[in-house]
C-alpha cells in the first residue's frame, strides 16, 4: 500500500465532513521521508507497467422514428 499524503485542502474538506484520512505527511510520527519513486520513474526503470483501461464508447438511438 502506499504511503498517502493530502494537500491542506482535502483536510479541510475531510474535516468539514467528519472523514478521518490515514496519511503520513506527519513527520513528527513517521519520520522525514527516506525514498520516493513516483509511477512514471518506475515505469521508466521496467519496475511497473503501464496500464490502460478499456472502454467502449455506446451512442444512444431513439426506438421510435
Known amino acids: 500500500m502506499a504511503a498517502l499524503v493530502?494537500?491542506?485542502a482535502s483536510k479541510m474538506k475531510?474535516?468539514?465532513?467528519r472523514v478521518?484520512?490515514?496519511s503520513m505527511d506527519d513527520e513528527t510520527k513517521y519520520g522525514p521521508?527516506?525514498?520516493r519513486l513516483g509511477f512514471g520513474e518506475?515505469?521508466?526503470k521496467g519496475l511497473l507497467?503501464?496500464?490502460k483501461v478499456p472502454g467502449?464508447?455506446?451512442?444512444?438511438r431513439p426506438v421510435w422514428p
Open 42 to 44: 518506475a515505469v521508466g
Open 33 to 35: 521521508e527516506v525514498h
Open 14 to 17: 475531510a474535516g468539514q465532513s
Open 56 to 60: 467502449r464508447r455506446w451512442t444512444v
Open 20 to 22: 478521518l484520512l490515514a
Open 49 to 51: 507497467t503501464d496500464y
Open 6 to 8: 493530502y494537500d491542506d
